[in-house]
């Protein structure tokens, strides 16, 4: 059996936090398994799907180095669903409901009134072929509902266990809407015997879906005479770090904002790929590596916290880790040099920041003194260029002696004088790089 697994998210959004957890674990899943992982495109709302949307998750996950090694997209396989639509039908398995959504929105109302289930009471399975014909006659056009067994669907969940979704509490799931269009349920189905998908690995909002897809897949099996069910492995949702759920802030917890915030992908990959684990986060930049270590008995079933700090303090340490080498073409791009990324790389939580202590190094900056006396005697004691990774502690050690300062009273002034800001990397490494002259006129109070 070659492990075969879908990520499958519908172009009507952005993809985020919360589904391209999905996306990595299938991901990882696939690598450990030396199996196939396969971005399946769920436009079958064509009122809803966007090219632009489905080139976004393309290069979403393209940036998080997620390459599938198949896609489709679900509108190109209408042919098929129409084939297994009209067996089903012929099966008695898909059956014409013409209720119009303010009748059925009324025979839930009455249901709660009532104290029951708001589940289809099937008054169109009793429907006369000539009481169909009436409806078609006025114009009503059927949608399609799916007819249950009515009985417990039992599967071993690979995160949660022993499963079970009781079909008789769920209404007949409508497959076809009243203007023809498919909703998800049929064409997923379909395409998840087709496809040969051993593993759906998705979020638990689907459990209940489960229950009703391998009542479907079966039928689906049925009819393409071969086929397997695949396993499923349902993880929790992300709640945020207030413990709240994430599904209102999702809008801004893109993985295209975060790519524009200038975050490292590595690090949402380090992230997701063990939030709601039995292991602890720690940045790895190799997926790979990630993907050995992935393994559904780690997994938890209580909700993942995802935390932006915890993110931010991930993406410092990848950054922090990460050799120039492995950064220098983008670091080059910003004009950072080997040396000012060495002397700042401990205060940089985005790359971005890098640039920020170039400007700073090379000026000029807005004048910033504490003490004007006492920096215009350090600026006198300036030694000359070329300054080494020595001159900082010679130099201070002049102004201490000439001053009598020391501590805060000695380092703040100074810092501050150089660099207009009040923390900053070690000055040791950073003074060189800014230089004996500049040097001089900052602590003078000029803008250089
Ligand atoms: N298009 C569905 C979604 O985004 C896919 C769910 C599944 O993985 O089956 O929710």
């Known amino acids: 059996m070659t492990v075969t697994v879908r990520f499958a998210p519908s172009p009507t959004g952005k993809i985020h936090v919360g589904n391209v957890r999905a996306a990595l674990w299938n991901w990882l899943f696939a690598r450990k398994s030396g199996g196939k992982f396969i971005l399946r495109i769920d436009d079958t709302d064509v009122e809803r799907s966007t090219a632009d949307n489905e080139d976004r998750i393309r290069a979403d996950l393209t940036w998080l180095g997620l390459a599938w090694d198949e896609t489709f997209s679900q509108s190109a396989r209408f042919a098929d669903y129409d084939v297994v639509s009209d067996a089903l039908r012929a099966k008695g398995l898909l059956y014409p409901c013409f209720e119009t959504a303010e009748e059925l929105e009324r025979k839930r109302r009455l249901q709660r009134t009532r104290g029951l289930p708001p589940v289809y009471d099937r008054a169109a399975l009793a429907l006369t072929a000539a009481q169909k014909s009436a409806f078609e006659a006025e114009g009503r056009k059927p949608h399609w509902r799916f007819k249950l067994s009515c009985a417990p669907v039992v599967w071993n ?49 689907h459990v209940t879906n489960a229950g009703v897809q391998i009542e479907i897949m079966k039928a689906v099996i049925d009819v393409r005479g071969a086929g397997a069910l695949p396993e499923f492995a349902h993880h929790s949702l992300l709640i945020g770090a207030d413990g709240q759920g994430l599904s209102k ?163 703040h002034p100074l810092r501050l004088a150089l660099t207009g800001r009040e923390k900053g990397p070690e000055m040791a490494a950073i003074f060189p790089l800014i230089g004996a002259e500049k040097a001089r006129a900052r602590l003078k109070g000029a803008r250089a």
């Not at 120039?324 to 401990?346: I, N, T």
């Not at 985005?350 to 215009?376: S, T």
């Open 249 to 411: 802030r999702l809008g801004s917890l893109s993985i295209e904002q975060m790519r524009m915030d200038g975050l490292e992908p590595a690090a949402i990959t380090s992230l997701l790929a063990k939030l709601g684990t039995s292991e602890p986060v720690l940045p790895e930049p190799d997926l790979m590596a990630l993907a050995r270590g992935f393994d559904f008995e780690k997994v938890g079933r209580a909700p993942a916290r995802f935390d932006e700090n915890e993110l931010l303090q991930l993406n410092a340490k990848i950054l922090h880790e990460q050799p120039y080498a492995a950064l220098a073409a983008r670091l080059s791009a910003a004009g950072v040099s080997e040396k000012l990324w060495e002397a700042v790389k401990g205060n940089v939580v985005r790359l971005a920041d890098a640039a920020e202590w170039k400007g700073v190094v090379d000026g000029a900056i807005d004048p910033a003194l504490e003490d004007a006396a006492f920096c215009a005697k350090a600026a006198a004691l300036v030694p000359n260029d070329p300054l080494t990774d020595q001159s900082w502690d010679a130099f201070v050690a002049a102004v201490k002696a000439e001053t009598g300062a020391k501590g805060k009273a000695l380092f």
């Open 157 to 205: 969940d690979l995160i949660r266990g022993e499963t079970i979704v009781d079909t008789a509490s769920v209404s007949d799931p409508v497959l076809i809407r009243e203007d023809g269009m498919y909703l998800y349920t049929l064409p997923s189905c379909i395409d998840d015997i087709d496809a040969k998908i051993t593993h759906v690995i998705r979020g638990e909002d």
